[in-house]
């Protein structure tokens, strides 16, 4: 068995967390390369990056990148805590700490990109999506 993987959507920062290892924090910017896998993180010049997606997850309306190409905010989030979970190790259980002012519209349109991402669902079980005011009040009580 695994330690359980920690994941944090922030606008600004996406973060992926084990127990008794650093945390992996990265800008909110996802990348996609024609001859790799995509990335997370700063934009360094090369590739397609895509940024706003997070504030994106669940608008009909999609973000328009720079080649023209259309993708949808929930879609992209999926894949870049995908490339995040990848980045710690991966883990078991999963749980996702989602902005706690999201709806349930926006966060059933995050759990619906999920399912296509089997590395985070290990065993089959879906990743938990909490909102992050609860995970920041469970970090305060066990270390206050």
């Given at each position: 068995?695994?330690?359980?993987?920690?994941?944090?959507?922030?606008?600004?920062?996406?973060?992926?967390?084990r127990e008794g290892r650093?945390?992996?924090?990265?800008?909110?910017?996802?990348?996609?390369?024609?001859?790799?896998?995509?990335?997370?993180?700063?934009?360094?010049?090369?590739?397609?990056?895509?940024?706003?997606?997070?504030?994106?997850?669940?608008?009909?309306?999609?973000?328009?990148?720079?080649?023209?190409?259309?993708?949808?905010?929930?879609?992209?989030?999926?894949?870049?805590?995908?490339?995040?979970?990848?980045?710690?190790?991966?883990?078991?259980?999963?749980?996702?700490?989602?902005?706690?002012?999201?709806?349930?519209?926006?966060?059933?349109?995050?759990?619906?990109?999920?399912?296509?991402?089997?590395?985070?669902?290990?065993?089959?079980?879906?990743?938990?999506?909490?909102?992050?005011?609860?995970?920041?009040?469970?970090?305060?009580?066990?270390?206050?």
């Amino acid at each position: 068995m695994t330690d359980a993987l920690g994941l944090s959507i922030g606008m600004t920062n996406l973060v992926a967390a084990r127990e008794g290892r650093q945390p992996v924090i990265r800008r909110s910017i996802f990348t996609l390369h024609n001859d790799r896998a995509p990335d997370v993180g700063e934009y360094t010049g090369s590739g397609l990056p895509l940024a706003g997606f997070v504030e994106r997850v669940g608008d009909p309306v999609p973000l328009v990148a720079a080649d023209g190409s259309q993708h949808r905010g929930e879609l992209v989030l999926a894949e870049a805590l995908d490339v995040m979970a990848r980045a710690a190790g991966g883990g078991a259980p999963v749980v996702i700490a989602v902005p706690a002012h999201w709806g349930p519209s926006t966060v059933g349109a995050l759990r619906g990109a999920l399912r296509n991402k089997p590395a985070l669902s290990p065993d089959g079980v879906p990743p938990g999506l909490v909102p992050d005011s609860l995970t920041a009040l469970a970090g305060l009580q066990a270390d206050p």
